[in-house]
């Protein structure tokens, strides 16, 4: 697995006796190993701070207490199986702007990535504001199917709505 940061990509290799290597490559061309074997003096600790993170996660991604009671307990079930994230926990990779740009663009996520990456908050903001982008940032939050913004964009003046035929 491996983690982008903003200097530097962490790739983590889990050996079989349990313990682990972080390969630190910055963007400067410097690369650091870091390893960790179960009997490290650390290595509890490490492992309290991981479960820690994840546990913390899932209950600040809820809406409200009693959603993290239960996103917790889930989670928790989940280790318990042996797994490291509840099914369906992750979501898309990418912000709804690089996935509403990569689909107008017809150009892979990574590449609107490197874009949106490229561009002032100012930019990325008026860019977010621009109708076509909009309307797919609100498919992709859920907030509407696109329709409803469509709708208004296709409707004439005196118009109230607009009939859907199936």
Same mark, same amino acid.
């Given at each position: 697995?491996?983690?982008?940061?903003?200097?530097?990509?962490?790739?983590?290799?889990?050996?079989?006796?349990?313990?682990?290597?972080?390969?630190?490559?910055?963007?400067?061309?410097?690369?650091?190993?870091?390893?960790?074997?179960?009997?490290?003096?650390?290595?509890?600790?490490?492992?309290?701070?991981?479960?820690?993170?994840?546990?913390?996660?899932?209950?600040?991604?809820?809406?409200?207490?009693?959603?993290?009671?239960?996103?917790?307990? #889930?989670? /928790?079930?989940?280790?318990? $199986? !042996? +797994?490291?994230?509840?099914?369906?926990? *992750?979501?898309? @990779?990418?912000?709804?702007?690089?996935?509403?740009? #990569?689909? /107008?663009?017809?150009?892979? $996520? !990574? +590449?609107?990535?490197?874009?949106?990456? *490229?561009?002032? @908050?100012?930019?990325?903001?008026?860019?977010?504001?621009?109708?076509?982008?909009?309307?797919?940032?609100?498919?992709?939050?859920?907030?509407?199917? *696109?329709?409803?913004?469509?709708?208004?964009?296709?409707?004439?003046?005196?118009?109230?709505?607009?009939?859907?035929?199936?």
């Amino acid at each position: 697995m491996a983690t982008k940061q903003a200097k530097v990509e962490v790739s983590t290799i889990i050996h079989d006796d349990g313990g682990f290597t972080h390969t630190l490559n910055y963007t400067n061309g410097h690369t650091r190993v870091f390893s960790v074997a179960p009997d490290h003096e650390l290595y509890a600790r490490f492992a309290a701070a991981g479960a820690k993170g994840k546990i913390l996660g899932a209950a600040n991604s809820a809406d409200d207490s009693d959603k993290a009671v239960t996103k917790v307990d #889930a989670l /928790l079930d989940a280790f318990d $199986e !042996g +797994e490291w994230s509840l099914v369906g926990e *992750g979501g898309p @990779k990418y912000s709804p702007l690089v996935r509403a740009l #990569a689909e /107008l663009k017809g150009i892979s $996520e !990574g +590449e609107a990535n490197t874009i949106v990456k *490229g561009l002032t @908050k100012s930019q990325q903001a008026k860019l977010r504001r621009t109708e076509r982008i909009a309307t797919l940032i609100a498919k992709f939050k859920g907030e509407t199917d *696109g329709d409803a913004v469509l709708d208004d964009l296709l409707k004439d003046e005196g118009d109230d709505a607009i009939e859907r035929v199936a």
